[in-house]
């Protein structure tokens, strides 16, 4: 028996070593980075400020979904793809809560600015009134120390005109500073409300968002329960509205859906209420329509889009597109709350889709 004193790995085993060890550098390097996402992701979330109006919720539950998918994704090009799908978002809502703080501290700087002012001018002005009147209040007592009875009636009768003229000024000025403070305040009460609608509002369509849609369901089933109101729920999906964004582009996208929630706003009542709920999907409200007459409404819509053409391109031979949309419709009942009439709402749409698309479909109960 012979036994080798020295062992000398081959050259397949040297680089299935360098391999190996090459591959772990690469894991730990992995590791390193998906840890460091998930802290800039953490950042990213720590940054959003807790504020309603910009929809702060909505934007970190979009954070947590994206650094899971980085976490759990394992094809780089789909990784890729979803951190391009999810950038313009965070990009657009940095610059909403930019121009939110711009906004509230233009706001807080006017106020601080009017009160001010304000106090300068009141202080000022009441100076000057309480030194005319102390000087009144000197030539008064001079006046009584007049012997003749006739010529203190003269001089009192003089003084009290000053006197009245004084106090007429005074309250002038107090009137002509009570209106420009109303003006003022009336001025910010008028930019509180346009701030209020705007955030109240989907930026690209117009019509309402998905947070206003909410306020306005729950308050209308409170409101049909106290009352025993009927009304109906729409929800719609415009159909492969993907394929529009990869032939046409996302501009050519949007276009499509500013023109889609116009026709459904002239295909609806004043006081029905429609709302982008994401992306091509939205919402209709229709108070008081019971489930037959929201059936029809819906399928009205559907005809109206189905027959529209939208234009590709601004040339002189212009491409013109159609869409279609699914549409799922269901009425309130008793028991509903809005979880259960939204999901009630999906389902037939979702049928609506399977069904063939370019329909509405309703569902009672």
Known sequence: MSFKLFYRPTDSETELALLVERATLLQEKSDVFLR???????FIKSFAIDVKEIQSDRFKEDVDKLNQQFAEEERPKRVELQFEQQKEKILSFIEHQHNYIADREKELRDIIELLTRAMANIDVENRDFYHRVYDQSEKMEKITRLDDIKKIKTALALEVNQMRGI???KKDQDRRQVQLLAGQVDSLRQELERTRAKSMTDG???VYNR????DALATMIERSRVMNNEFSLLMLDLDDFKQINDKYGHPIGDRVLV???QKCRDSIRGDDYIARYGGEEFTILLPGANFKNALKKGRHICDTIAAARYATSTGQNDDYLTV???????VFQKDDTSESI???ADEALYKAKRSGKNRAIGRKS
Do not use: M
Request: aromatic share 10%; net charge negative; glycine share 6%.
């Open 36 to 42: 460091s996402i998930d802290a800039l992701f953490h």
């Open 342 to 344: 939204i999901k009630r």
């Open 167 to 169: 106090v007429d000024l």
């Open 259 to 261: 023109a889609f929630s």
């Open 324 to 330: 279609t949309v699914s549409i799922g419709v269901t």
């Open 211 to 214: 947070e206003a849609f909410d």
């Open 204 to 206: 690209l369509t117009g």
